[in-house]
């Protein structure tokens, strides 16, 4: 069993930054894959970013136009996903999730666990 705990939402203005963290716990956390989604309200949870135990990375197809990046450190149990030049299209609930695999995935079904979600408001 894994939980999870996002941080470091909240209210941003357009082109500003914010790094969210996901702090996991347990003793395997560098055996998870974990990832970045986010949901807007009256949308579907959408895919951000996908970061593998030993590194490997997959981002959303248009990548956020390059703004975003996600890394982690096993040490600290942590995913973090840095977003720069924010916009207001950017607002929703981020999540994260991990997959008890190496397997990257894109898909909000292949995630065994989620946390309960940290908002980003972006005004314009």
């Not at 990832?35 to 959408?46: D, H, Y």
């Not at 975003?68 to 607002?91: C, G, H, W």
């Not at 079904?109 to 979600?117: I, L, V």
């Amino acid at each position: 069993q894994v939980q999870l705990v996002e941080s470091g939402g909240g209210l941003v203005q357009a082109g500003g930054s914010l790094r969210l963290s996901c702090a996991a716990s347990g003793r395997t956390f560098s055996s998870y894959t974990m990832g970045w989604f986010r949901q807007a309200p009256g949308k579907e949870r959408e895919f951000v970013a996908s970061i593998s135990g030993n590194g490997g990375i997959l981002y959303d197809a248009d990548s956020m136009e390059g703004r975003f990046t996600i890394s982690r450190d096993n040490a600290k149990n942590t995913v973090y996903l840095q977003m720069n030049s924010l916009k207001p299209e950017d607002t929703a609930v981020y999540y994260c999730g991990a997959i008890s695999a190496f397997s990257l995935s894109r898909r909000a079904n292949r995630y065994d666990y989620w946390g309960q979600g940290t908002q980003v408001t972006v005004s314009s």
